[in-house]
């Protein structure tokens, strides 16, 4: 059955759903979450463009956990709205997101050490063949698969029975990234990533975040550092205290208005006159308060249209 384009109705009706450049895939507006007396999100803007890397930052406690979790499907918001492709959703369940395409890659990657690469990678997703009920996982399909995925992304592994724990903590970040593009991931949520590596490893760990953007998905990435998300990120929002303190792109905040703001730069400045009258603080390189709540006033107008 063909429309009057010629195309099948199905490969039509999957036209009308992929999302346009300009319209993010996912979406919140004005989201939070509050448990019982205790606010733990309030009034968060963030929207995820295909082939954009959104960074999140905050510090501990900020509510960067309680952002995943939201998107991820683990608890739902309770004010606010939660867009997919533009159409309000309320998950129950991770596998509602994932079902969605967004996929989450958290800080344990969620691996079995002892199990060869190609086990991994295939974790709860087993290929197999052979008639039912005496079917059998077809290795060497998985094999395959998993080693053209991963040379797909740039990582080449001599040996896919290694046992995945044995690789640098870098490679195993990459494994879990490329088997979430594979499984279908338009969103992919990377929590942290780099918190526990040494600069060459969250080298080659930033090096695959931007092969996922460059691959056309909308990446989260979450972290608490400044630097690395500088260097792969378009579009950075900060969080402090449950709320956005600043939402910007790339061209409209450098590295060390980043820095400030995720240093507490605000709270610094506004105590400027008072940390002058305490020896041996030296309060010279500290930026003016007006210099650093600039950039979060300006952003509600940002050609993307977060705040």
């Not at 979430?180 to 600069?199: K, N, Q, S």
């Not at 972290?223 to 929002?237: E, I, K, L, R, W």
Request: proline letters at 5%; charged letters at 25%; a negative charge.
């Amino acid at each position: 059955m063909t429309n009057a384009n010629g195309t099948g109705t199905h490969a039509a009706a999957l036209k009308d759903t992929v999302p346009e450049q300009d319209r993010p895939i996912v979406e919140l507006r004005g989201a939070g979450k509050s448990y019982g007396n205790i606010r733990a999100l309030h009034g968060v803007d963030l929207a995820v463009h295909p082939g954009k890397v959104t960074c999140v930052l905050g510090d501990n406690g900020a509510g960067k956990s309680t952002l995943i979790k939201i998107i991820s499907g683990l608890h739902q918001h309770t004010e606010g709205e939660f867009l997919v492709d533009g159409e309000p959703v309320r998950f129950t369940t991770p596998r509602e997101a994932l079902d969605r395409g967004i996929a989450t890659v958290y800080q344990d990657l969620a691996t079995v050490p002892l199990m060869p690469v190609w086990r991994n990678f295939f974790l709860g997703s087993e290929m197999t063949k052979g008639p039912w009920p005496i079917r059998r996982l077809d290795i060497d399909r998985m094999k395959k698969t998993a080693d053209e995925e991963l040379r797909n992304m740039g990582i080449v592994l001599d040996d896919l029975e290694q046992p995945v724990g044995t690789l640098s903590g870098g490679q195993r970040q990459c494994v879990a990234i490329a088997r979430a593009v594979y499984f279908g991931a338009r969103v992919l949520i990377l929590d942290e990533p780099t918190a526990a590596l040494g600069v060459k490893q969250s080298g080659v760990v930033l090096k695959y975040i931007a092969a996922a953007r460059d691959r056309g998905l909308g990446v989260i990435f979450i972290t608490h550092n400044p630097h690395h998300a500088y260097m792969v990120g378009d579009h950075f929002s900060v969080l402090r205290l449950g709320t956005l303190e600043l939402s910007a792109d790339r061209s409209e905040v450098s590295l060390e208005e980043l820095t400030n703001h995720m240093a507490g730069g605000t709270e610094l400045a506004a105590l400027k006159h008072e940390l002058a009258q305490v020896r041996g603080v030296d309060v010279e390189e500290l930026p003016e308060e007006e210099d650093l709540t600039a950039p979060a006033k300006a952003s509600p107008a940002s050609p993307e249209g977060t705040s």
